[in-house]
């Protein structure tokens, strides 16, 4: 089909300043659909705020950005039930539990059976002893899980991870590469 065809993302000319400071700077390309890509670069080259634009959760300075066939600047509420991301920069409400915080996820991302897809996710991430913990008590690596197990929520057509295997042991890291 044409759809399969199209790129799953397609970044053009993409730009983001903060005042005389150029984070993101006239980057392009495009992501293909069943493709797994990495983003590289070093510390503060622009890899978190380009997944933040893509994302729609950063507006650009300039530039395009479609995903799923969709402009994120024009029509990004069409899109979002379809995508999803984790990062270790993005902190869970502190005092609700591991499972009250995915629980309200799974609402947001009107997730049809929320008890059973939290289950599954606590069962392949090794987080069923934490679903009862304050999500401020995880030490970064169970905060890592927890993330992607968020990010996993609505089975996401597209799935962005800045650095998925933060704070994770080597073995633990594998298996979420493998998975």
């Known amino acids: 089909s044409p759809m399969l065809r199209t790129p799953a993302v397609k970044v053009e000319h993409l730009t983001k ?8 700077d006239d980057v392009s390309f495009e992501i293909a659909r ?4 990495g983003l590289l670069g070093g510390n503060g ?14 507006l ?18 069409r899109v ?3 995508i999803n991301f984790s990062s270790p920069y993005m902190e869970l409400p502190h005092r609700l539990t591991v499972a009250e915080n995915l629980r309200i996820y ?8 929320p008890k059973k897809r939290i289950a599954e996710l606590a069962e392949t991430l090794d987080l069923v002893p934490l679903l009862t913990r304050p999500a401020g008590r ?13 990010s996993l929520l609505n089975d996401p057509e597209f799935l962005a991870l800045d650095e998925p295997t933060a ?13």
């Not at 395009?64 to 990004?76: F, G, K, Q, S």
């Not at 799974?106 to 059976?113: D, G, H, Q, T």
């Not at 704070?167 to 998975?179: C, E, M, N, Q």
């Open 17 to 24: 300043r903060y005042g005389t400071v150029t984070a993101v």
């Open 34 to 37: 069943g493709s797994c890509v």
């Open 45 to 58: 080259a622009g890899k978190t705020t380009t997944i933040a634009m893509i994302m729609g959760l950063l």
């Open 60 to 77: 650009p300075s300039a530039g395009r950005i479609e995903v799923l066939d969709e402009d994120m600047l024009a029509h990004r509420f």
């Open 80 to 82: 979002l039930p379809r």
């Open 106 to 113: 799974a609402e947001l991302y009107e997730v049809a059976e």
């Open 138 to 150: 995880l030490s970064a690596g169970q905060k890592t899980r927890v993330g992607l197990a968020k």
């Open 167 to 179: 704070s994770l042991d080597p073995d633990t890291a594998d298996r979420i590469r493998g998975y």
